[in-house]
C-alpha cells in the first residue's frame, strides 16, 4: 500500500507559503508506517516546528498505470480525511542544502487517517472539509478549490507509478495551516461531519 501525497493543490496555500503555482501536479510519498489512525499523535523529538495540513485522502479500488483522464473516475468511490504533517524546519534546513526533504513529511505516523468513508456519486461533485485546531477553525477547504481535480492527479501520477488497489491519495490542503503544539486538539469535519479526533502528546 502506497500514501501519495499532492502539494501545492490550492492557490491560497501556494500563496501563503510564497511558492509559485504548479503546472503539473507535485506528488511525494509517504511509507505505510505513516498512518496513525486510532490513537493520539505524540510530537518527534526531531522537531520544534510541527505544522498540520487537512486533506482529502482518496483510496484507490483497483489496478491503474497510464490512466486516461476519462476513466479516471473508474479507480476510485469514496473519500475520507487526513493530516499531512510536516516538520518545517526540517523540511527547510533540507531545501536551504539542496536535499530532498521527504524526512519533514514521510516519518511515523505523519499522516492520521479517518476510519470514515463517504461514497463519492461523481468526481465532480463538491467535497467541503475543515479543520478544527483546540475548537477554532483554522481550515476550510472545498474539492471545487482544487487546482488539480482528482481526475487530473490520478491520470497524471499514474503515468509514473502503477495505482493499486487500497492506495491513497492525499489530494493537497487548502490555505491556514499551522504549528501544532502539545496539548493540542485537531478535529477534523468532512461534509460537516466530525471523521477524525485527537490530541497532540
Not at 78 to 87: N, V
Not at 136 to 143: A, D, E
Not at 153 to 160: D, L
Amino acid at each position: 500500500m502506497k500514501i501519495i501525497c499532492i502539494g501545492r493543490n490550492y492557490v491560497e496555500h501556494a500563496k501563503e507559503m510564497n511558492a509559485p503555482l504548479p503546472s503539473t501536479p507535485i506528488f511525494f510519498m509517504k511509507p505505510e508506517t505513516a498512518l496513525l489512525r486510532t490513537r493520539d499523535f505524540f510530537y518527534p523529538k526531531f522537531t520544534s516546528n510541527l505544522h498540520y495540513e487537512c486533506e482529502i485522502v482518496l483510496k484507490i479500488d483497483k489496478v491503474g498505470k497510464n490512466i486516461d483522464e476519462k476513466f479516471s473516475h473508474n479507480y476510485y468511490s469514496s473519500c475520507t480525511l487526513g493530516i499531512d504533517f510536516t516538520a518545517r524546519d526540517v523540511q527547510q534546513n533540507c531545501k536551504e542544502k539542496g536535499l530532498p526533504w521527504e524526512i519533514a513529511k514521510s516519518f511515523d505516523q505523519s499522516a492520521p487517517l479517518s476510519k470514515i468513508w463517504i461514497p463519492l456519486k461523481n468526481s465532480n461533485q463538491e467535497i467541503k472539509f475543515e479543520l478544527e485546531k483546540n475548537g477554532k477553525t483554522v481550515q476550510n477547504g472545498s474539492s471545487l478549490n482544487m487546482i488539480f481535480s482528482f481526475d487530473q492527479i490520478i491520470t497524471y501520477v499514474s503515468k509514473f507509478i502503477t495505482l493499486k488497489k487500497g492506495d491513497l491519495i492525499f489530494t493537497g490542503t487548502p490555505a491556514g495551516v499551522g504549528q501544532v503544539e502539545i496539548g493540542d486538539n485537531l478535529k477534523c469535519l468532512l461534509m460537516g461531519k466530525e471523521v477524525l479526533n485527537f490530541n497532540i502528546r
